[in-house]
């Protein structure tokens, strides 16, 4: 993956997907809608709201002047009517309250509003949706959630123009969408696209033209009149909307919109209202109370010469306060803030869509598709720039290339509404690579000593690699002596089969042979320095003498013996019985060699020694010999002794040992055998020929195979005919290599 990134193109396309891919998951869509159109309304500030809408405000100021209850609920519905009474004789469009009035009060009040209602005939009036949950079978626990709209009392709802719910797409932090429609109780209109629709009855008919013009056949009422008929308003929206989307009436609209500049912008909103999805982003004019408000007592209080400033206006009545403190029905905007609380009221937000919806400049988030392949090119260009150049001119290009952007997104939000992102392409996308791209220098550094320590770690020791690594010119400078444990490994019939087999066929039955080995060896934290062949070396050491060396060296010693047999079954003529010695001291490990070639070696009389060892299997007949120093102050290590002897070109005499197992539960058929042997050897020493060849006879009888055994009992019998000079020092003279 690190050598990928170091390819420009390579990283400008991960780069690309990786942007691509985060933006369609829950999380880069909450964090564009949460951050980046946030950080877009702030950068644009405020727009001024249309003139044709009121609120109409139920607030503090109102229920102290009117000597009222704070619960707004409660106000006596004689005072709605005179507002009604007041609203419609001077013209208002229309009244939309954002008050559910569930329940009955005063039976003359109500009734006074409903009669109201009644001769204005333009009161549109708020429905309560319910939740409720409804047990999935019997005693499972699970449970589905129904939505049920629930009509204001009867008196009310038979007066009402019409009705409708006004809910908001649930988010975990701001609002930045309302409903048109609810999928999830049959498309019913909300109350802002209710109030628009009525609003908008002249366009209606405009619609109707249109779709005769077109030969758009359409089964949905065929006048503004008709419109209001039963089954009502809403219904018959309903039914629009179904026709837009499932008949494709929509679609065929927009395909002549683009040609017909005669179309009046209403109808064009009107015509978007029913296409597209359910809901919209909201287009917020600024912080709350942006929208022209006037208190509730106020207008009772207004003269028919003030009232006048309502006609012809969509006024939308309902709880807000100047400041949201105490009021509940607030939600969390873009323009909220935090330590004063100063959030927007519900009713403001049915106007703001409302708005939205008369004047067309709700916010338009770019299509899902377009967003991936801006994000999958920007992400391609960043990341190969950053790669590609250098460090100064990545920034320089990246930085205009953001500047661009930058201004690209705000023109495009401020002028037309379209929401670009901003978020994923400038702080996943760009941030990152520019440490990847152009910080990346240590990292690329690292990742050739890397290379250069793998390619090194073939042949020299890790402490060794390291080295070489971090400065290339110490290799070749001076070795070192240190302690350490040395494991000579030696294939048997490998000469046969080189001439046996081609040298490919060679090659493949070693390689698999060494994986055997090396992987045994580095298992147990030693280094391989020399390979020559079908012979192995291997070292663990270090300045001052370790023990747990020694025990890793034994151990990895008999793990190789046993991986060897497992490797060799089944191989018939291909396979590589394997010698090993094992001897512990001084070691001499560094460069050897000459004008342009240099070898990793270890010398000294340890290694000279320790191929000696070996090679005693031969003469034994057995697989691995270790020496005394080699598994001096192991404890727990059960080994037949052999005695001492005297290797080829050695003068001092080594002790030699053959482990039987590493640990203290020894294998019940080689600890006989090895006690019996240890008291021959005893006799050997004390020169009793006789009796020593007597044992070993015995033993021989009983273990055939043993190569020990074999040995002694022919060493004896010959010293029992021609026996060693008086000053024989008891070292045996072994004279093969």
């Not at 129904?146 to 009392?153: C, G, H, N, S, V």
């Not at 619609?207 to 308003?233: C, H, M, R």
């Not at 519900?346 to 004047?359: K, P, R, S």
């Not at 087999?501 to 994986?515: A, F, I, Q, S």
Request: hydrophobic share 45%; net charge negative.
């Amino acid at each position: 993956m690190l050598r990928l990134i170091d390819k420009p193109l390579i990283l400008g396309l991960l780069n690309g997907l990786l942007g691509a891919l985060f933006f369609l998951t829950p999380v880069g869509t909450s964090v564009e809608e949460d951050f980046g159109l946030g950080w877009l309304f702030q950068v644009r500030g405020p727009n001024p709201p249309p003139t044709e809408v009121v609120l109409v405000t139920i607030d503090t100021a109102s229920m102290r002047a009117l000597e009222l209850d704070r619960r707004h609920y409660k106000w006596p519905r004689a005072l709605h009517a005179d507002l009604v009474n007041r609203l419609s004789s001077a013209d208002a469009a229309f009244l939309a309250f954002d008050v559910y009035f569930g329940d009955s009060r005063e039976p003359e009040g109500d009734q006074a509003f409903a009669d109201a209602m009644g001769r204005a005939g333009n009161v549109l009036l708020f429905q309560l949706v319910r939740k409720d949950a409804v047990p999935l079978g019997e005693g499972g626990g699970a449970v589905a959630f129904t939505e049920r709209i629930m009509d204001p009392i009867p008196v009310l709802r038979e007066s009402a123009a019409a009705m409708a719910p006004f809910m908001l797409p649930g988010v975990p932090v701001k609002v930045s969408q309302f409903w048109k429609f609810k999928p999830e109780t049959g498309d019913t209109p909300t109350l802002p696209a209710l109030a628009f629709q009525y609003y908008t009855l002249s366009a209606y008919d405009e619609l109707q033209a249109l779709l005769q013009e077109l030969g758009i056949d359409n089964t949905f009422p065929k006048s503004s009149v008709s419109l209001l008929d039963a089954p009502g308003l809403a219904e018959n929206m309903k039914l629009l909307r179904q026709a837009f989307i499932r008949q494709g009436v929509g679609e065929r609209l927009h395909e002549v919109l683009s040609s017909r500049p005669d179309v009046s912008p209403l109808l064009r909103s009107l015509i978007a209202l029913y296409s597209g999805n359910h809901s919209q982003y909201l287009n917020y004019y600024g912080p709350p109370n942006s929208i022209r408000s006037i208190s509730y007592h106020k207008v009772l209080q207004m003269s028919e010469q003030e009232l006048l400033q309502f006609r012809g206006k969509a006024v939308f009545v309902g709880a807000s306060e100047a400041f949201q403190w105490d009021q509940v029905d607030t939600f969390y905007t873009v323009y909220s803030d935090r330590e004063t609380g100063h959030n927007i009221s519900g009713v403001e937000v049915g106007a703001t869509a409302f708005g939205n919806l008369l004047q067309g400049i709700w916010i338009k988030p770019m299509g899902e598709g377009y967003v991936v392949v801006l994000l999958f090119v920007w992400g391609v260009v960043v990341g190969f720039s950053c790669r590609a150049l250098s460090a100064g001119r990545a920034l320089l290009v990246v930085g205009a290339a953001v500047f661009i952007y930058l201004l690209v997104v705000h023109l495009s939000f401020n002028r037309l509404q379209l929401w670009l992102p901003l978020i994923t392409p400038l702080f996943l996308q760009v941030i990152p690579i520019l440490f990847i791209g152009i910080f990346g220098g240590y990292g690329q550094m690292h990742r050739e000593r890397a290379n250069i320590a793998a390619a090194l770690g073939r042949y020299l020791p890790a402490q060794v690699v390291t080295d070489a690594a971090r400065s290339i010119h110490r290799v070749g400078g001076a070795g070192k002596t240190v302690y350490g444990a040395c494991l000579a490994t030696d294939a048997e019939q490998y000469t046969r089969l080189s001439e046996r087999l081609t040298p490919k066929e060679l090659r493949e039955l070693l390689n698999e042979y060494y994986e055997v080995i090396f992987g045994v060896i580095h298992r147990r934290g030693g280094s391989v320095v020399d390979v020559v062949g079908d012979s192995v070396m291997a070292l663990w050491f270090d300045p001052e003498p370790q023990l747990s060396h020694r025990v890793q060296a034994l151990r990895a010693a008999q793990e190789i013996t046993a991986a060897i047999n497992e490797f060799n079954r089944g191989r018939g003529t291909l396979e590589l019985p394997t010698r090993i010695g094992l001897h512990y001291g001084e070691i001499y490990i560094g460069d050897v060699g000459a004008g342009k070639h240099f070898e990793y070696r270890a010398i000294g009389d340890t290694v000279n020694t320790v191929s000696r060892i070996e090679g005693a299997n031969k003469i034994f007949g057995t697989r691995l010999l270790v020496s005394g120093e080699a598994v001096s102050g192991i404890e727990g290590v059960t080994a037949r002794e052999l005695g001492e002897f005297r290797l080829v070109g050695k003068s001092r005499g080594v002790r030699l040992l053959e482990p039987l197992v590493a640990d203290k539960n020894c294998v019940e058929d080689e600890l006989p055998l090895s006690q019996e042997f240890g008291k021959g050897v005893g006799l050997f020493n004390q020169r009793k020929w006789d009796e020593a060849f007597s044992l070993f006879s015995k033993l021989s009888q009983t273990y055939p195979q043993d190569g020990p055994v074999r040995y002694y009992l022919q060493l004896c019998d010959s010293y029992r005919h021609r026996p060693p000079a008086e000053e024989w020092d008891g070292v045996i003279e072994l004279g093969v290599k």
